[in-house]
């Protein structure tokens, strides 16, 4: 007798199951098929139903048992047929409109580098934990491509190109980008992608703290030596005895020069983008936090000179000088830059940094250790934590602590004495 066909909805999670002969290359294969309702069309109010198969009943009946119990229980989630790469191509256009233009810039290189091609082809629905943990461990071992070197230590080129290898990528570099594949599948899940992170079920690569490398006193002292001759000297004093960052330097303007209270706000940088972005622009700091910086009376002196080199040398450039045009300007103008009034660069502060850190025997100097000696003479010379990181600019003084809070011998021997002292003060006669 033919089953009588429902007059009304069938209630989701009303699964069918049957039998059903195939046909492959002249030969028939039996399968079984289940059939469940999983929703309604909102537009047309027809059924929207998932069809399963297997090889056999109680395979079927099994996946259909569970998508039943999700069902009821409110979790189901219809499958994405959308690759990773392909969402990931999604995310960076559609849900990074709070990001800085750097962020974007970073975490679009790491997806094309890294992600992309190491999971982009997979199923974004069965991206799951032990596949992102392969994925990291196989960045560590060799995700890294570097120049090809001979015996001699000479890069190899093979038509004019160089040759690359693979070679362990940093722990570091490996949670960075951990770090956006998290976030990209985050946003998967919220949206209802996916029902879970596998992103955040993975083990991490423990990171080695780099040490630091900060210039001790006789270092300090044929440092200013050297950069007195240097063009972009009287920079990278500042950003000595002034803790900055380079864009934070580059990007000082005058209006923020306080000569008669003698003080300094930090409240911007410059930053270099794609000219069809914008190329040079002002730019928020790197944690958004302006700050107010009260330092020492020899760097206030530094940009007194840097005022008045600054006019002398718009005056030997005549109509070759690229720059404020009129004080009125000049109070907006850039404190740094090259003779001819052009904005200074990073890669040409690095460049004239190289050449003097060379010159004084310590070639593999950064300009960023500038700032860390900055930081160090701080707290040799009393200043709390809570102060230097105020003047570093960093988001958390338990940040500070942990870059700086161990690293001079000084500061230990100096504790020791006052200990002693106290003890000597009070132990009785």
Known sequence: MPRKKSMGRAANGNGTIRKKTVTKNGTEYTSWEGRVTVGYDPGTGKQIQKSISGKTQKEVRQKLSKIIVELDEGTYQEPSKMTVGE???????????DKKYSTVKIYKAQIETHIKPGLGAVKLSQLVPHMVQKFYNDLLAGGQSVP??????????????????????????????HGVLTKALSTAVSIGYLRMNPAERVTLPRVEKMEIHPLTDEQIKDF???????????????????????????????????????????????QKRRSEDGGMTFAPLKNDKARILEPAPFVMDLLSREWNRQAEQR???????????????????????????SYISQTSLRYHFKKIVTQMGVPSCRVHDLRHTFAVLSLQNGDDIKTVQDSLGHATAAFTLDIYGHISERMKDESSARMQAYIDSIYPV
């Open 148 to 177: 090809k070197r001979d015996k001699a230590g000479k890069i190899i080129k093979k038509n004019g190109k160089t040759v690359y290898e693979s070679a362990p990528m940093s722990a570091k570099t490996v949670r960075n980008v």
């Open 315 to 341: 005056l030997r450039a005549g109509t070759g000088w690229k720059g404020w045009q009129n004080q009125e300007e000049r109070k907006t103008a850039l404190v740094f830059t090259t003779a001819d009034g």
């Open 87 to 97: 969402w990931l191509d999604i995310w960076t256009e559609e849900y990074m409109g």
């Open 224 to 270: 200013l030596r050297v950069s007195a001759s240097d063009d972009c000297g009287m920079i990278l004093t500042v950003i000595l005895f002034a803790g900055l960052r380079e864009s934070e330097a580059i990007g000082l303007t005058w209006d923020c020069v306080d000569f008669e209270k003698g003080i300094v706000k930090i409240c911007k940088q410059l």
